[in-house]
T-cell receptor, first 117, second 111 residues
Framework: GAVVSQHPSWVICKSGTSVKIECRSL??????MFWYRQFPKQSLMLMATSNEGSKATYEQGVEKDKFLINHASLTLSTLTVTSAHPEDSSFYICSAPRPIGGEETQYFGPGTRLLVL | DAKTTQPPSMDCAEGRAANLPCNHS???????VYWYRQIHSQGPQYIIH???NNETNEMASLIITEDRKSSTLILPHATLRDTAVYYC????????????FGAGTQVVVTP
């Protein structure tokens, strides 16, 4: 079964509004989670690392004031797309490392499709 | 730049084994080889990973060459539901292992 969930699965919003996407680890705690973005017919691009209790770290070229990340608990990270514009329309996916057999393996959420009109 | 090289696409007949190659000639000593797949409009699904030994689970087998510069993912009996983009990724383990996705291999399983 799923070990990482995302909500909502899809969202349509007007340009200029903010959209919050939640990522939850379902049966394990994750001090770190990762946010990715995927445009049509392209591969996943890492956006940022979400750190529980501290600031997120962003990949080069990703605007931290545009994509606000909050990792308020050990099972929840949120990504807020502020003042969304049509170019922000994309598939947003989170991942969390889950310990299995002494190792950690990244598990991904089902993704959130954002359409900005 | 992606650390792995994969063929852009391959076809496989249903019921046959699918062998997906991956080159990772610059892999570091502490980096694992991970395989994920992404079915259309879904999040990536973990398949298998390994360091240097061959690995097998209920989904697939992973064969890593002795010099660790390449690997092959084997789907023993491909089904139509195995149609997906398959990503080979090298990364250190754990939370610091940010996964860098390349273009992957589009696998199409045909009846």
């Amino acid at each position: 079964g799923a070990v990482v969930s995302q909500h909502p699965s899809w969202v349509i919003c007007k340009s200029g509004t903010s959209v919050k996407i939640e990522c939850r680890s379902l049966d394990f705690q994750a001090t770190t989670m990762f946010w990715y973005r995927q445009f049509p017919k392209q591969s996943l691009m890492l956006m940022a690392t979400s750190n529980e209790g501290s600031k997120a770290t962003y990949e080069q070229g990703v605007e931290k004031d545009k994509f606000l990340i909050n990792h308020a608990s050990l099972t929840l990270s949120t990504l807020t797309v502020t003042s969304a514009h049509p170019e922000d329309s994309s598939f947003y996916i989170c991942s969390a490392p889950r310990p299995i057999g002494g190792e950690e393996t990244q598990y991904f959420g089902p993704g959130t499709r954002l359409l900005v009109l | 730049d992606a650390k792995t090289t994969q063929p852009p696409s391959m076809d496989c007949a249903e019921g046959r084994a699918a062998n997906l190659p991956c080159n990772h000639s610059t892999i570091s000593g502490n980096e694992y080889v991970y395989w994920y797949r992404q079915i259309h409009s879904q999040g990536p699904q973990y398949i298998i990973h390994g360091l240097k030994n061959n690995e097998t689970n209920e989904m697939a087998s992973l064969i890593i060459t002795e010099d660790r510069k390449s690997s092959t993912l084997i789907l023993p009996h491909a089904t139509l539901r195995d149609t997906a983009v398959y990503y080979c990724i090298v990364s250190p383990p754990g939370s610091w292992g940010k996964l860098q996705f390349g273009a992957g291999t589009q696998v199409v399983v045909t009846p």
